[in-house]
């Protein structure tokens, strides 16, 4: 039997980047996963994927900015697959915008998806939890901690979900609910290719990694399924900062 065998983790933003990476990770240890994503041509192909080489896994289509598609989602989610115990909360953009660039219409969306999405996953899933003594890893940013890496409208995005899961982690531990963040700085991805678009770019960049090396997806996915596990079980309420060492 496999680590995660009979239980089922809910992805957000999967259906390709670090969320793809981590449904597949649960998928290898045996969960069954669900794609959440508003990508459908994407998110049904990792779901295909996923279901051909380790696990069964669904697609749904939703905006995590729609509180009424997650609820839905929700319900598709209880009816296939009879419960959650793993909820990763991972869906979001970015854009590398200074101050005076940004409009309120791009701030109030980044805003949406991220951080207010955050809130509308943990909310429709909330049920599930507590009955469960599942595990939320919301992925976050090391912006939310440097203030580097996109703009204003997401660095605070991000700060706001490490708001929301410290308020989580006081509420839900006594529940048995485990709840943490991983903070990921630099990965290999299509939000990083945007941000760093050239290959001088993403050499300057390497630079400033002791590590020497950009990130991968698998290296959060990792972190992810280890903080799903019962080895990390006393670790609650926490930011792990994924960065190859750059910030400190
Ligand atoms: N890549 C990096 O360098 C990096 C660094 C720090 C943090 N992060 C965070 O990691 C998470 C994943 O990023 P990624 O690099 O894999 O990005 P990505 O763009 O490769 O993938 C993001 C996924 O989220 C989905 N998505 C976006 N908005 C959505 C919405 N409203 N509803 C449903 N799905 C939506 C997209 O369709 C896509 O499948 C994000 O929260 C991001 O902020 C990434």
Redesign the pocket.
């Known amino acids: 039997m496999k680590k995660f065998t009979g239980k089922v983790a809910v992805v ?9 990476a981590i449904a597949e990770k649960f998928a290898i240890l045996g969960a069954k996963t669900v794609i ?4 459908e041509v ?2 049904t192909k990792t779901a295909q994927e996923i279901t051909k080489r380790y696990e069964e896994s669904i697609f749904i289509q ?4 729609n509180s009424d598609e997650l609820m839905s989602a929700r319900k598709k989610v209880l009816a296939s697959f009879g419960g959650i115990d793993f909820l990763i909360v ?5 854009y590398r915008h200074e101050l005076n660039e940004i409009s309120v219409e791009e701030w109030k969306q980044v805003i949406d ?2 951080l207010n ?1 955050s809130f509308y996953t943990v909310k429709a899933f909330y049920e599930e939890f507590t009955r469960n003594q599942g595990k939320i890893i919301f ?5 939310a901690i440097t203030g580097t ?2 703009g204003a409208h ?1 660095a605070s995005s ?1 700060a706001g979900q490490h708001g929301l899961m410290r308020t989580i982690s006081k509420e839900l531990g006594p529940k048995g609910v485990n709840v943490n963040a991983v ?10 290719d ?2 760093y678009p050239t290959t001088e770019s993403q050499r300057e960049l390497v630079k400033k990694i002791p590590i020497g090396r950009i ?1 991968q ?1 698998e290296d ?1 996915a990792n972190i992810t399924v280890f903080l799903a596990g019962p080895e990390s079980s006393y670790i609650h309420g926490q930011i792990i900062l994924a960065d190859g060492g750059r910030t400190y």
């Open positions: 957000t933003g999967s259906a390709k980047g670090i969320g793809k959440l994503d508003f990508d994407a998110g939703v905006d995590v900015s991972n869906a979001g953009i970015s998806i991220n999405g992925i976050t940013s090391g912006s890496g996109g997401y991000k903070a990921p700085r630099v990965i290999q991805t299509d939000i990083l945007q941000l990130g997806a959060i």
